[in-house]
């Protein structure tokens, strides 16, 4: 074995004991790409300032916090309890009514905000004391809002296919559209498996509630303001007639305006979004400049092609190289977040992606969906430890229960898209006139 492989080897070993001692992701790839820059490829500090500013210098990522601060303002103010409500006379008359609701409730929400963390807190405080007073299985009931959340980063706008795009240099506009039908098919097949369960099982859930087509009308009234929020932002960005960041501005000003039309904008709840833009834009961003820095010190001492061309020498073919990928995210999906995947693996991954001939945009949607399902497995899926910090009268198992049914769909879906790739690429195709 070679010198240059044992320290490499050697690094992600010093990586994977800061990670176990609790040190912070970001911070622990940053130390281990310093000690690699300095005694592995033996680079001057400085390269650390050029290798961040041409990871950051990216106009692409001016569009997250803009769209982090939309999510922010429609979450913090509770606006969404008028969504549900909304939603759920259109949906209250199916089995697991309820249910449904917040499935599309979340796929409307994720249009308007992306994070999978801010739809399971926000649902779950809007949604599970009315499943609970209309008596449905608290599992049921906390696993579906939890599994729901799984659509915010896959429907656009998706910071996760934001920061993805900016990163590898892809379309964003091609990325978001890529996101669109998979979502709307993930919120099918959520439906379709929640009414499923019901049917086998209706314990599960309440007798369906019928509501009359004035109760329906007016609905529609109540929901039209946020319709007018997504087709405004989504519609600007895929007719062409603004750039992502110039759609986030938008989607910004109509959040402050849908809540300030609702009468719950106050100014401690701006201030509150306006903090909570800055640090989930100044941690994953961060994170996204120590990842880069440790790409590139791998890349200068040659690991990552050597890597690249042994997988591929190996011509296992793109579909099992895919089924590897998809248990090396089961695996570290329960212990890392979708974000920290993305960072810590594509350095590695993405030349290996290239270099099988696999479309980049139709990976970034895989990966999304691949990543995110890690949010609601065992032991530590992040959706599952914000649904029991919002309903903590109820044990983690409860809420585990409850989810797991729920990555059948998503496996459906993933499974779909590897079989019909056009799925995916079929409206980027469209906007772009390729």
């Known amino acids: 074995m070679g010198a240059d492989i044992i320290f490499a080897i050697g690094l992600l070993v010093g990586l994977l004991f800061l990670l176990l001692i609790g040190l912070?992701?970001?911070?622990?790839?940053?130390?281990?790409?310093?000690?690699?820059?300095?005694?592995?490829?033996?680079?001057?500090?400085?390269?650390?300032?050029?290798?961040?500013?041409?990871?950051?210098?990216?106009?692409?990522?001016?569009?997250?916090?803009?769209?982090?601060?939309?999510?922010?303002?429609?979450?913090?103010?509770?606006?969404?309890?008028?969504?549900?409500?909304?939603?759920?006379?259109?949906?209250?008359?199916?089995?697991?009514?309820?249910?449904?609701?917040?499935?599309?409730?979340?796929?409307?929400?994720?249009?308007?905000?992306?994070?999978?963390m801010a739809a399971t807190a926000t649902f779950g405080k809007i949604a599970y004391p009315a499943m609970e007073k209309r008596g449905y299985s608290p599992s049921f009931a906390l696993g579906s809002i939890a599994s729901g959340s799984v659509l915010a980063p896959l429907i656009p706008p998706s910071i996760l296919l934001i920061l993805y795009g900016a990163w590898q240099g892809l379309s964003i506009v091609d990325l978001l559209a890529a996101g669109l039908v998979p979502g709307i098919m993930l919120t099918m097949l959520l439906i379709l498996t929640a009414i499923v369960m019901v049917k086998i099982n209706p314990s599960l859930a309440p007798p369906p509630v019928k509501y009359t087509w004035a109760e329906r009308g007016k609905a529609l009234i109540e929901i039209s303001p946020f319709a007018v929020v997504i087709f405004g932002v989504l519609g600007a960005i895929f007719g062409g007639l603004m750039t992502p960041t110039e759609a986030g501005g938008l989607g910004a000003l109509l959040s402050i305006l849908l809540t300030l039309y609702y009468r719950q904008l106050t100014f401690k709840i701006l201030q509150q979004s306006l903090l909570d833009t800055v640090r989930v834009t100044a941690f994953s961003l961060f994170i996204m400049a120590m990842a880069t820095l440790i790409s590139h010190v791998f890349n200068s001492a040659g690991i990552i092609p050597m890597l690249k061309n042994y997988v591929l020498a190996l011509q296992l073919g793109k579909y099992t190289i895919l089924v590897g990928f998809f248990v090396m995210y089961l695996i570290m999906g329960m212990f890392f977040d979708s974000w920290s995947m993305l960072f810590l693996t594509f350095p590695f991954v993405m030349p290996i992606i290239i270099g099988a001939g696999i479309n980049p945009i139709w990976w970034g949607v895989i990966y999304v969906m691949a990543a995110e399902q890690s949010t609601i497995t065992p032991p530590f899926g992040l959706v599952l430890f914000v649904m029991k910090t919002v309903v903590p009268e109820h044990s983690m198992a409860t809420v585990v229960k409850g989810a797991l049914p729920y990555l059948i769909p998503i496996y459906v879906n993933i499974i779909l898209l590897i079989i019909f790739p056009q799925l995916v690429l079929w409206l980027p195709a469209l906007i772009s006139g390729k």
């Open 24 to 116: 912070e992701i970001a911070w622990s790839v940053g130390v281990i790409a310093l000690i690699g820059l300095v005694f592995f490829v033996d680079q001057p500090i400085d390269q650390i300032a050029y290798t961040m500013w041409d990871s950051l210098n990216s106009f692409a990522l001016t569009a997250m916090p803009l769209f982090i601060l939309m999510g922010s303002v429609l979450g913090n103010t509770g606006v969404n309890e008028k969504l549900f409500s909304a939603v759920n006379k259109w949906t209250g008359h199916l089995s697991g009514g309820l249910v449904i609701s917040v499935i599309c409730g979340n796929a409307v929400f994720a249009a308007m905000s992306g994070s999978a």
